[in-house]
């Protein structure tokens, strides 16, 4: 079995590697390590979760160690492009964890924060840039950052950048760095527009492949629950009746859906909280802080969560709202089973969501198992114990930050419970708010005969670590 000192690593990062406990590279860190010591350009199919930060970060400081120089004022020798704050600070953190022992210099910068900070950080020029595509842009429009020095280019998650309307922006960007450098490239897919994207950056790439969807997908317990759109409130609720739902992300399509459901399950002594484009950067932090912490049980989010949190314990995803873009399903249920662990997955289904889940049961490639909880009596009961949280406008599509609101616009026929995505991605947060309060006594969470085939029992994931 492959093991990291069989890389020959930098010495500084085979000690911040044991430190941390880590011996056992995952696939895609086994087939990416050695090319991209070499030098090579590297084009990735990996989902969060398969440990391609690592993948990346590792022989890339490897290279800094080797060819030691000082990065020019504002400037910086490696570029990461991120879609999403949240996976910005987590690359920014690995970059620092294992680079500790080296004296690498990193610097985070993303929007919804102020600038004077990251012109600090930035005025003597750092090894390590991890960016969001529009502050980038903001700071090379000002000239407090300059690209000129840039040796190696990552760009990761480039479907989501897809998704976010920053293919554009990229061009963009790119067009500062120099033209002879390393690229490394990752997908979790790799749609038209993504594949000429990567063909234009990319020179003779090492294709690396690890974990397709459907394999992915299947690592995880799923269920399909249907149920009436007016009923999803109280089954919610059901669910957090039973204890092994201990730390939990639900995912809906809008930000006021967020919130309002938030809200709901604090009304029936579930402690939650609310992360999406709404909220500072502050709140946000707090929140996810709150959640790794277990001070909150619930983590409920717009698809701005899909991707890019790395948190190892979390034993449940539940879908309030099916996506509209099937591939987002697969991104939602990676956020459990991570790292080895069991995780299981619900998806809520009304009637106006069917085609929705045959859309995601095309993508994935699977039958669904299903429960069929329309017309259920307990969700009559269960309704009058979580009313409508009081003083919130009526949800509505959100698509700000998206190109034209693609793929993000509501159902006519459901108006308002659709919307897109995460909203803008310069100005996003969360928040955490705890309730008290009796719960209802508990009762089975897949109540109803079962549809489409038998159980799907979870399969541990491979590699010992994940997205670190």
């Known amino acids: 079995m492959t093991q990291f000192t069989d890389f020959g690593l930098a010495a500084p990062l085979l000690k911040a590697l044991a430190s941390e406990g880590y011996t056992i590279p995952t696939p895609i860190q086994t087939q990416a390590i050695p090319g991209v010591m070499a030098g090579r350009d590297l084009q990735g199919i990996a989902q969060t979760g398969t440990g391609k930060t690592a993948a990346f970060a590792l022989p890339i400081l490897h290279r800094l160690a080797a060819e030691k120089r000082q990065p020019e004022r504002k400037g910086a020798r490696v570029l990461v492009l991120s879609p999403t704050r949240e996976l ?143 009923r999803k409130r109280a089954l919610l609720a059901e669910l957090f009746d039973d204890a092994q739902f201990k730390r939990v992300i639900v995912f809906t399509r809008t930000k006021r859906g ?33 959640f790794k912490a277990g001070k909150v049980r619930a983590l409920v989010a717009t698809d701005i969560a899909a991707r890019g949190i790395d948190i190892d314990a979390v034993s449940h995803v539940v879908q309030y709202e099916l996506p509209n873009v099937p591939e987002s399903y697969v991104h939602r249920i990676g956020r459990t089973a991570r790292a080895g662990a069991d995780g299981s997955a619900v998806a809520f289904c009304a009637d106006d969501e069917r085609t929705l889940l045959r859309d995601i049961q095309k993508v994935t490639r699977q039958t669904i198992p299903s429960f069929d909880r329309r017309n259920d009596k307990h969700l009559g009961a269960a309704t009058a114990a979580m009313p409508e949280p009081q003083g919130l406008k009526p949800d509505r599509a959100d698509t700000r930050g998206q190109p034209g609101g693609r793929g993000n616009h509501a159902p006519k026929r459901n108006r308002n419970h659709g919307g897109g995505g995460n909203g803008g991605h310069r100005h996003e947060g969360a928040s955490a708010r705890s309730g008290g309060g009796e719960k209802p006594a508990a009762r089975p969470a897949f109540k109803g005969p079962q549809r489409g085939g038998g159980g799907n029992q979870s399969t541990p994931r491979t590699g010992v670590w994940s997205n670190r």
């Open 258 to 290: 967020a919130d309002r459901v938030a809200r709901g399950l604090e009304q029936v002594g579930v402690d939650a909280a609310s992360i999406h484009g709404d909220k500072s950067q502050g709140q946000r932090e707090r929140a996810l802080a709150d």
């Open 88 to 230: 910005a600070s987590q690359i920014g953190e690995s970059f620092r964890t294992y680079g500790r022992h080296m004296g690498v210099t990193v610097a985070v910068i993303f929007g919804g924060v102020k600038y004077g900070a990251q012109h600090k950080a930035m005025a003597n020029g750092v090894d390590v840039l991890v960016a969001t595509p529009g502050r980038l842009l903001d700071h090379l429009q000002e000239k407090t950052i300059t690209l000129r020095g840039v040796e190696i280019f990552v760009l990761d998650e480039a479907d989501q950048m897809l998704d976010l309307g920053f293919v554009l922006p990229i061009r963009r960007i790119v067009a500062h760095i120099p033209k002879v450098r390393q690229n490394l490239f990752f997908s979790a897919t790799m749609p038209t527009e993504i594949g000429k994207l990567a063909s234009e950056l990319l020179t003779d790439p090492l294709r690396v492949s690890v974990a397709p969807q459907a394999t992915t997908v299947e690592k995880v317990n799923q269920r399909v629950l249907f149920v009436e759109q007016s």
